[in-house]
């Protein structure tokens, strides 16, 4: 068996992994690479394959092709529905003759994404419930594939085990142990305790915070967070705005039901909210849907905009933005473009983290002087991760006991902690956890 690197290894995003199993091959998730996209939409707003793959936004998987493996692709299997591990999806599926197979948020997601893009792929979309299983046909012989539920910033996430004849393989990008989440499913420990005892041969781990001494808080957490600000400290008079991640269905179903407790109506602005929102909806994860208006086109944003300035405590406004991102509803009104006036003392909940690239906090910082001018009073990091920390991680390796493990999901600077964190439960660097770069490949 080989595994081969393909994104996600050297940066936060992009993430690509292949399994070659000989006649077969696997590839987990096909993201793209977030901070050359949000310079694109800035520059042109034009995407091509070619030019993505320019700006290196998307996985370079044409060592598929130098290797000979392209045609051997039987599926492409997608973790979550989050764009650095599906949204290159759309640009690199139709090179495969392989189905694309996800949990039914996932797929919906994945859906509006071609569908924004006028993209026809011919590869089939098929839907596996969280915590069941799929069969992946390869040239002689069938692979299961486990979509054990799993906790993270979105819904639906799942740990992916391909069962081979050299054991499981795990594909455990992006998650965290919530015992207590919102919105969803708690994480299958029995399966995971299961799989353990099956023999775990390789690990490929989300360690993006395996240096930071912590056990990631539930998202209840965030919840209590939000609920302290908008109860203690909001001005009934006041503008008030929320900005979170358009991914996060739990988050704003709390955001949701506290604008409701406080009398005010929710209006959501913005093409990346419908998205998921509609996409919650049509699997029957959305709870909220019925006690928010959105308003995503121009007109729309315009006449909810007007309606909100003439009687702003009537109002609470989720909208995008949080990073600072050019072009985004948040950005826009910063800058004066859309028919809203921040006043003196309005509050504006950031209800996220400022991802750590150096375009986003550049962005963010901006932004945040914009918005200090006008005297809004802002609130930042009403947030938990969505991703496990060190003591998580130091626990689920003793759980599941791997053979082996690889770091994934960021540049070595983050993921190099995970190696330690191994070291000092037994593994041994290069020959039982080996940190990779993209395009590298490991044979067990």
């Known amino acids: 068996m080989k595994i081969y690197g ?8 992009k993430n690509m992994t292949a399994v070659d199993l000989g006649d077969d091959v696997i590839l987990f998730d096909c993201g793209l690479f977030l901070p050359p996209i949000v310079e694109l939409e800035e520059a042109e707003k034009v995407y091509t394959e070619k030019r993505l793959r320019a700006i290196k936004a998307i996985p370079s998987d044409y060592i598929l092709d130098s290797l000979g493996l392209r045609k051997k692709v039987r599926a492409i ?3 979550h529905a989050h764009l650095d591990h599906i949204g290159g999806i759309p640009w690199l599926a139709y090179r495969y003759k392989a189905d694309i197979i996800g949990t039914p948020f996932t797929i919906e997601v994945l859906k509006t994404l071609l569908k924004d893009e006028q993209i026809y ?3 089939k979309l098929k839907v596996v419930q969280p915590n069941s299983f799929c069969y992946v046909q390869g040239k002689n012989k069938k692979y299961k594939v486990d979509f054990i539920n799993i906790t993270h910033s979105t819904i639906q996430c799942s740990m992916l085990a391909l069962h ?3 054991g499981v393989v795990l594909y455990a990008n992006d998650f965290k ?6 919105l969803g499913k708690k994480p299958n420990w029995e399966k995971l305790k299961e799989i353990a005892k099956e023999g775990v041969k390789v690990l490929i781990v989300d360690a993006l915070y395996s240096g930071d001494n912590r056990k990631t808080a539930s998202e209840k957490v965030a919840r209590t967070l939000l609920e302290d600000v908008l109860f203690t400290t909001t001005n009934e008079n006041a503008g008030l705005f929320v900005t979170t991640f358009s991914s996060h269905i739990a988050r704003l179903k709390s955001i949701t039901e506290f604008g409701k407790k406080l009398n005010r109506k929710m209006i959501f602005l913005g093409r990346s909210l419908n998205k998921y929102v509609s996409a919650a909806t049509r699997v029957n994860l959305c709870p909220f849907r019925k006690d928010v208006e959105i308003a995503t086109y121009r ?3 315009q006449r909810a905009l007007k309606k909100i300035s003439k009687n702003r405590k009537d109002y609470m406004v989720v909208c995008t933005g949080h990073q600072g991102e050019p072009g985004s509803i948040l950005d826009r009104l910063s800058r004066n473009k859309l028919p809203f006036q921040f006043q003196n003392s309005d509050h504006l909940l950031f209800s996220s983290s400022v991802i750590p690239t150096k375009a986003t906090i550049e962005n963010r910082e901006r932004l945040d002087n914009r918005l200090k001018k006008r005297g809004v009073r802002m609130f930042s990091n009403l947030h938990v991760s969505g991703h496990a920390g060190r003591e998580d991680l130091r626990d689920f390796i003793n759980m599941i006991n791997p053979e082996h493990i690889i770091p994934a999901h960021g540049e070595h600077r983050l993921t190099a902690p995970m190696v330690e964190l191994a070291e000092e439960l037994g593994y041994k660097n290069k020959k039982t956890v080996h940190l990779i770069n993209n395009k590298q490949m490991l044979r067990f």
Do not use: A, H, M, R
């Not at 393909?6 to 995003?13: A, D, L, Q, S, T």
């Not at 142990?177 to 919102?182: A, E, K, L, M, T």
């Open 177 to 182: 142990f919530d015992n207590f989440p919102v």
């Open 6 to 13: 393909i994104g996600g290894f050297n940066e936060v995003g």
């Open 164 to 166: 081979t004849n050299e």
């Open 77 to 79: 299997i997608p973790s």
């Open 121 to 123: 792929l011919k590869n």
């Open 299 to 301: 007109n729309q944003l």
